[in-house]
């Protein structure tokens, strides 16, 4: 029997192929309340089709979730999403969205193992939900930017003010940004990068 197929091999598109120049790869979580974009920009900087865990939401969060805010929102996060950007030709970041849901929460320290930084996202209307994420990286010590996503209605503050309410270190850089574009996702990265660098420079000057 002739188990020979006319149909051109799979494999893996050009575009997912690792670059053969890329020295060094950066695993960079991306951590958030539920609903505040880690998904979107999961998908809308990463160069190879993303995975996702998306599940439709169901009854069981009723009286469990907090989606006020995003009550229009149908599907959620259950385990993480994953992506990956070339920085340049010779650095790699791979890409962890942790799930959102406080139940889906335990999940996160498999996530962050090896992670050498994080992006928190923040949603101005829910601003409170972003002490507890903020706080567990404080925790692990694990250094993180502030990315704002830009919401339509979303209250406007300035981001010192922010800053204040979140009790940030005048080190850590916050910032603005729209997830659902690349070139505003990319410069969330970039700035986490530089600022993981700048911590490296001075731990070895001390």
């Given at each position: 029997?002739?188990?020979?197929?006319?149909?051109?091999?799979?494999?893996p598109?050009?575009?997912?192929?690792l670059p053969q120049?890329?020295?060094?790869a950066v695993?960079i979580v991306?951590?958030g309340?539920f609903?505040?974009?880690?998904?979107?920009?999961?998908?809308?900087?990463?160069?190879?089709?993303?995975l996702?865990?998306?599940?439709?939401?169901?009854?069981?969060?009723?009286?469990?979730?907090?989606t006020?805010?995003?009550?229009?929102k149908?599907?959620?996060?259950?385990?993480m999403d994953f992506g990956?950007?070339s920085?340049n030709?010779?650095?790699v970041?791979?890409l962890f969205?942790?799930?959102?849901q406080?139940?889906?929460w335990?999940?996160?320290?498999?996530?962050?193992?090896?992670?050498?930084?994080?992006v928190v996202?923040?949603?101005t209307?829910?601003?409170?939900?972003?002490?507890?994420?903020?706080?567990?990286l404080e925790?692990r010590g694990?250094p993180?930017?502030?990315?704002?996503?830009?919401f339509?209605?979303a209250?406007?503050?300035?981001?010192e003010e922010?800053?204040?309410?979140l009790?940030?270190?005048?080190s850590?850089?916050i910032?603005?940004?729209?997830?659902?574009?690349r070139?505003s996702?990319?410069d969330v990265?970039?700035?986490?990068?530089?600022?993981l660098?700048?911590?490296?420079a001075?731990?070895e000057?001390?």
């Amino acid at each position: 029997m002739d188990f020979r197929s006319s149909d051109p091999p799979t494999g893996p598109r050009p575009a997912d192929i690792l670059p053969q120049t890329a020295a060094a790869a950066v695993k960079i979580v991306i951590v958030g309340g539920f609903g505040v974009g880690k998904t979107t920009m999961v998908g809308a900087v990463s160069e190879i089709k993303p995975l996702t865990t998306e599940e439709t939401m169901t009854r069981a969060g009723v009286g469990v979730d907090d989606t006020w805010g995003v009550d229009r929102k149908i599907t959620t996060t259950v385990a993480m999403d994953f992506g990956r950007i070339s920085i340049n030709d010779e650095l790699v970041l791979y890409l962890f969205g942790t799930p959102g849901q406080e139940r889906f929460w335990f999940l996160w320290r498999g996530l962050f193992e090896g992670a050498l930084g994080a992006v928190v996202l923040l949603d101005t209307r829910r601003l409170e939900i972003s002490f507890d994420v903020i706080g567990r990286l404080e925790e692990r010590g694990v250094p993180f930017v502030v990315a704002v996503n830009s919401f339509p209605g979303a209250p406007e503050h300035p981001l010192e003010e922010l800053r204040q309410a979140l009790d940030l270190p005048p080190s850590v850089p916050i910032l603005t940004c729209d997830a659902r574009r690349r070139e505003s996702s990319r410069d969330v990265l970039l700035t986490l990068m530089r600022y993981l660098h700048s911590q490296a420079a001075t731990q070895e000057a001390m």
